[in-house]
């Protein structure tokens, strides 16, 4: 089990993955986030590792074991950026070692063994795991949701999100747009609305943008129902050429409520106006990303877990599923939900 800290020292933290977004952390940590710091790195690299450690104050351990990492002198809590087949075991490892953990989504590759991670959250009897929805931390999503649960526009009908990359990544696949990119919409519709996502259907363009790889189906539209009879949209096209846009329209029986609109300087020259467009994801939801690790530092540092759950890891792991499921033939497909445990609220 995890040792005592010594009231008023930072929060030490084992970086569980050296790539790309855990290396980001841990800079991030050392850099912008008060109250902590990077205690240990761990890889299956340990050159990887080593190389985020250098970049670090002195006494940051080194580690190609992540649970070595976690029994590290001075770890108090675990953020996993590991490859996602690989947060199960270190997932449980956390648990059994009573340590507050930060897991990068997804909580794991399916909702089968995710549901394994909430029923051992569960037999624990406390919450340990918060999954990295940064999205639930940026502040044009704080205001509305917000703006939801006071219920300023009335009871929400309908939700269209837009989810546009500037390009794929390499080797990007079609079931990789729900998993990897529209992931982040089903768990904002689900936080949003306070309900569970029942049926998804995905509808693909034929052909797809001559922008796509080859064999890459793009766009989409995704279409989510839910158990309070809300329909929601969801278009992701993840080879715009353009830049990176993530926007979100709640249309509601008072109203409506638009964020994700470029609020940068505005330039109106040569006949033309406009603005910048970002990127992509580091750029638009760096401060997200920012109070997102703050928030969990402190209530680590309290000895507890706030923000998205295990829960909602797996309930968005299953939701993901079923859209994969869809895509082949654009079948209306059902979502089946394990009965959640009474330690994530109902």
Known sequence: MAQPRTPGSPLGVAVIGAGRIGADHARRIESRISGARVAAVADVEEARAKAVADTLPPGCAVHTDPVEAMRAPG????????????????????????????????????????????????????????????????????????????????????????????????????????????????????????????????????????????????????????????????????????????????????GTARIGEETGVRVDSAGRWGGAIPPGWEERFAEAYDRELQAWVDAAARDEVTGPSAWDGYAAQAVCEAGVASQPTASRIPVHLAPRPGLYGR
């Open 75 to 254: 770890v108090d809590a675990v953020l996993i950026a590991s490859s996602s087949g690989a947060h199960e075991p270190q997932l449980l490892a956390a648990l059994g070692l009573g340590l507050p953990v930060l897991c990068e989504k997804p909580l794991t590759p399916t909702a089968e063994s995710a549901l394994r991670v909430v029923e051992a959250e569960a037999r624990l009897g406390r919450r340990r795991i918060q999954v990295g929805f940064m999205r639930r931390y940026d502040r044009q999503y704080a205001e509305l949701k917000r703006m939801l649960d006071a219920g300023e526009l009335g009871r929400p009908l309908m939700i269209h999100h837009q989810h546009r990359n500037l390009l794929s990544m390499p080797r990007f696949t079609t079931p990789m747009t729900i998993r990897d990119s529209v992931v982040h919409e089903v768990d904002v519709t689900r936080w949003l609305l306070g309900e569970e996502i029942t049926a998804v259907r995905v509808l693909r363009v034929d052909p797809p943008t001559s922008r796509a790889p080859e064999g890459l189906s793009d766009p989409q539209l995704v279409l989510f129902e839910t158990a309070g009879g809300r329909i929601v949209d969801t278009e992701i096209l993840a080879n715009s050429g353009f830049g990176y846009q993530v926007r979100c329209e709640v249309v509601a029986e008072g």
